[in-house]
């Protein structure tokens, strides 16, 4: 019976940490993105309209996308205290640590 339960705990840990992967590659693919595209769809159709307008705004949308999955990424909820894994509770906007490779409230090791 109690194996069940700590079986039970690691398959929603497990949940969360897929979770938490797709989110870190989101975050870079979407990183990526806002300094490949502007080049790769801006700079042709630059040339096409012959007007840097159309690079400016997949510039803006590409920052909007990496903003939007940067926001995904640290609002990730730690699988066992349920608080923002990379944010303490109490300390919302100085205890921001996207690197951090424990949660920042209760300390659970990160993909463990
Ligand atoms: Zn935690």
Known sequence: MHYMKRKDMNESYEK????????TRQ?????????????????P???LFESSTPILVVSVLSLVFFFKYGMNLL???CPRCQSN??????????????FSRKCLNCGLQKWH
């Open 85 to 98: 894994f990379f944010s303490k509770k109490l300390d919302a906007y100085s205890g921001y640590n996207i």
């Open 45 to 47: 159709l630059e040339r």
């Open 27 to 43: 975050f870079w693919f979407s990183f990526i993105g806002c300094i490949l595209v502007p080049f790769i769809i801006g700079l």
């Open 75 to 77: 609002m990730f909820k």
């Open 16 to 23: 969360g940490w897929g979770d938490l992967r797709q989110r």
